[in-house]
């Protein structure tokens, strides 16, 4: 890694584990890291675009990267990710880029190129659900590029085990639960990881509670009153 970029992208859909997956990255890099006491996880938004003041969010990325940069120091391990890297890395070259997003694409590149001086010590890990709406430039400095995707049937199958292994559900009820979070004759999208965990648990426990633990009926009504997150679509 040290001799590339020290850039990664995770890209695709809405709610298929990108930043999720990069704090893990984060946190097991950190735990290997011999000096891992000292070192930190930075998180960079949208709210970085700031107010839309001449100049602004240039000066808000050259802040955060300078943090970065002061708290790897000469020894220790820093990673910044980058949630919806496109509203900071867009192309430059689209008609209705402002001058201000192009200053801010520039002054990221700039920073991630700098970052080479660190020998690998420093990560930047940027995520998007829109691949295609990036700069070339900040694309071609990707040391590696990973797409997400929505989980399949087997993997599915397996996160309601791993998350309800402990209610002892049948298989039958598994694979019916499987079923009721993929394609149908109404829809031709499956559920995503976040569908599942932040809307369909949530919404199966407020029928449970209070008067009786989970049951896969509480899970399976839930499905069929809950639309799952639309398709974003990966165009210019």
């Known amino acids: 890694m040290a001799a590339q970029y020290p850039l990664v992208v995770f890209h695709g ?3 298929t584990g990108k930043t999720v997956t990069a704090e893990s990255v984060a946190n097991r890099l950190v735990r290997e890291d011999p000096h891992a006491d000292d070192s930190i996880l930075f998180k960079l938004s949208t709210r970085v675009r700031g107010s839309g003041k001449v100049g602004e969010m240039g000066t808000l990325i050259n802040q955060a990267f300078h943090e970065v940069k002061k708290s790897a120091g000469e020894r220790r391990r820093a990673i910044l990710i980058i949630d919806e890297g496109d509203s900071l890395a ?3 070259s689209q008609e ?3 001058h201000e997003d192009k200053v801010a694409v520039n002054t990221l590149i700039q920073n991630i190129d700098d970052l080479a001086k660190f020998n690998g010590r420093v990560l930047v890990i940027l995520c998007t659900n829109r691949l295609s709406v990036l700069d070339p430039a900040i694309l071609r400095r990707a040391a590696i590029k990973e797409e997400f995707t929505r989980p399949s049937e087997d993997e599915r199958c397996e996160l309601f085990i791993q998350d309800l292994g402990d209610l002892r559900f ?3 009820e598994i694979a019916d639960l ?3 979070t993929g394609t149908s004759k109404n829809r031709d999208v499956t559920w995503t990881y976040s569908d599942i ?5 949530p919404a199966a426990l407020a029928k449970a509670f209070p008067d009786s633990k989970l049951r896969i009926e509480h899970l399976l009504e839930s499905a069929k009153e809950i639309e799952p997150s639309p398709i974003i679509e990966d165009l210019e």
């Open 170 to 172: 049948s298989k039958k």
């Open 178 to 180: 499987v079923q009721a």
């Open 96 to 98: 209705h880029s402002h």
């Open 13 to 15: 859909d809405v709610g």
């Open 90 to 92: 867009a192309k430059r």
């Open 197 to 201: 965990r932040l809307r369909l648990y």
